[in-house]
């Protein structure tokens, strides 16, 4: 599904702060990614959801070489990954409903076609009550998982999420965690960046540690 | 989604199952993409008004010195004047009665006024003072002919008709002047057309700017449609419809205001025609009118800022996602 190879990436001219990295994703895993602040798990979720290009190597997502794709091939194989992101990035003028449903109304569905779907899945979340609540009044656990639910709504084939228990509860990180896990078990291919060593802990699953800028995997 | 939603119950007690679940309202109309009746958007309508308002009353301005020019250079140019010379035998009166009817007779001419001896005589007061006995000399009679308005009269034709009837009849049709005249309305119209381009010039730039300060507070909004997968068009075309939106509110305001000046100052002028004020301000811009060209131009000036502001925010989002990559 995601495979790099040889991968390096540097700002500007400034130094690597990924080094030769080489590594696979394959359909239906589950994955934490991990290591030290400034070790580059962010600019390696980055070059996932194809927000950056390497500056040197191959990277390869749902068997495209993301360096020959056009602007418009790489929106339309965005819309194959689900991001979480750290700070959530809810668009505050938008409802929880609209949020959600965003990705289905960049690719031009009709509210009619969907509205049933996301009210479903935003139950599913917790989030059932609050489906007309604009972000601003919405406490940190359920902007997290409104983030979650727009990253999932459009069924992708693999999810990002970086740092999705940084901001909870240890009680609500379980929880998300399971979520995950029940993504997982749908089909989804799920990488979780993540500092929370307890987290972790509470399930087996293939770890991607990233130091000083180079990647061990442990299966 | 079929998954249980055990997956986030429990432990906190946030449960759905049974709770009377809340449908998004279908009364509210949809969020649209781009948030509106922001801080920014209302500072960049002002910002559009008032430099479209600028701008139209330059472009006005333009117009009324062009048309003002047009009619001064009409008017003196409809007015010929004939000199006669006194002549050495015989009498200036029957010079002149003869000048005046071969003008009258003449095709395109309106009227023809002479001037009598004591009229001329207090034309030349000014300059040589009262009491001097004029009947010793030689002073020149005047004739004005007032051509009529759109006749195209043969002016060469009647000065060789007066040169081969009355020897002593000049006529002066003010060419020089007018030639003058032409020059000045020239410059004074090129003067204003430049003084319009630096206008414009200024309501591009600052409008320019105004929409790349506000399309700073949508930073993120273009950040997230992008990265969940929106493609470049879709994106900037919501935002060019947001701005091409306001910049027509804030044109509409300003070029609206401008229009709105123009005609109450067109009407004005019309209620003091015919009074000392009314006659003074004809003298000098002529009918106060900047006519169907300068309001065309008024609307051609809201439609070029809200193209400017529409434009400058595509090239701002496609901007933003460059950086974003």
Request: glycine share 10%; with cysteine.
């Amino acid at each position: 599904m995601v495979r790099f190879e040889h991968v390096g990436l540097r700002y500007g001219f400034g130094p690597e702060v990924l080094r030769d990295i080489t590594f696979r994703i394959d359909a239906r895993s589950f994955q934490f990614l991990t290591g030290p602040s400034g070790a580059g798990k962010t600019s390696l979720l980055r070059l996932l959801f194809l927000a950056l290009r390497p500056t040197r190597g191959l990277v390869t997502i749902f068997g495209h070489d993301v360096a020959t794709l056009s602007k418009d091939a790489l929106s339309t194989l965005r819309r194959r990954i689900g991001i979480v992101f750290q700070d959530f990035r809810l668009l505050d003028h938008m409802t929880t409903f609209e949020n959600v449903a965003l990705p289905l109304r960049v690719i031009g569905q009709n509210e009619d076609s969907y509205r049933g779907e996301v009210v479903e899945l935003l139950k599913w979340v917790g989030l059932g009550e609050r489906i007309s609540a604009l972000p601003p009044v919405l406490s940190g656990g359920e902007k997290q998982r409104a983030a979650i639910a727009r990253a999932v709504i459009a069924r992708p084939q693999l999810l990002l999420a970086d740092e999705p228990t940084g901001n909870v509860d240890p009680n609500l990180a379980q929880r998300l965690l399971r979520l995950f896990l029940e993504l997982h078990k749908s089909g989804t291919s799920v990488v979780i960046a993540t500092h929370d060593i307890a987290l972790m802990d509470q399930f087996d699953a293939r770890r991607l540690v990233l130091h000083e800028g180079r990647l061990h995997v442990y299966e | 989604m079929s998954m249980s939603n055990a997956a986030v119950q429990g432990d906190g007690g946030q449960a759905e199952s049974g709770a009377p679940s809340a449908e998004p309202d279908r009364r509210r109309r949809t969020s649209p993409i781009v948030p509106r009746a922001t801080i920014s958007g209302r500072s960049l309508v002002g910002v559009v008004a008032i430099m479209t308002f600028l701008a139209s009353l330059t472009a006005g301005a333009v117009m009324l010195v062009r048309s003002a020019a047009n009619e001064w250079q009409a008017d003196i140019a409809r007015e010929v004047t004939i000199q006669i010379r006194a002549p050495e035998a015989g009498d200036a009166e029957t010079e002149v009665a003869k000048t005046v009817a071969i003008t009258r007779a003449f095709p395109g001419v309106a009227e023809v006024k002479p001037y009598s001896k004591d009229e001329t005589m207090r034309l030349l007061e000014p300059w040589l003072g009262s009491g001097l006995a004029f009947e010793d000399l030689p002073v020149p009679r005047i004739v004005v002919v007032r051509i009529a308005a759109g006749a195209a009269a043969d002016l060469a034709q009647l000065r060789a008709l007066l040169r081969e009837q009355v020897p002593g009849a000049v006529l002066d049709d003010h060419r020089g002047f007018v030639a003058r005249m032409r020059a000045m309305s020239g410059a004074a119209l090129i003067g204003g057309i430049f003084v319009l381009l630096l206008v414009l010039l200024a309501t591009v730039l600052s409008v320019t700017f105004a929409t790349r300060a506000a399309m700073a507070t949508n930073r993120p909004v273009i950040e997230v449609l992008h990265l969940i997968g929106a493609k470049d068009n879709f994106i900037a075309a919501h935002f060019q419809k947001h701005f091409l939106q306001l910049g027509f509110q804030g044109g509409l305001i300003g070029g609206g205001a401008a229009i709105a000046l123009f005609a109450c100052a067109d009407l004005a002028s019309a209620w003091f025609v015919g009074t000392a004020a009314g006659d003074q301000f004809a003298a000098m811009f002529g009918t106060f009118s900047i006519g169907a060209l300068g309001y065309l131009a008024v609307l051609a000036q809201i439609g070029l800022v809200a193209g400017v502001t529409a434009a400058a925010s595509r090239r701002t989002v496609i901007r933003t996602i460059e950086t974003i990559q």
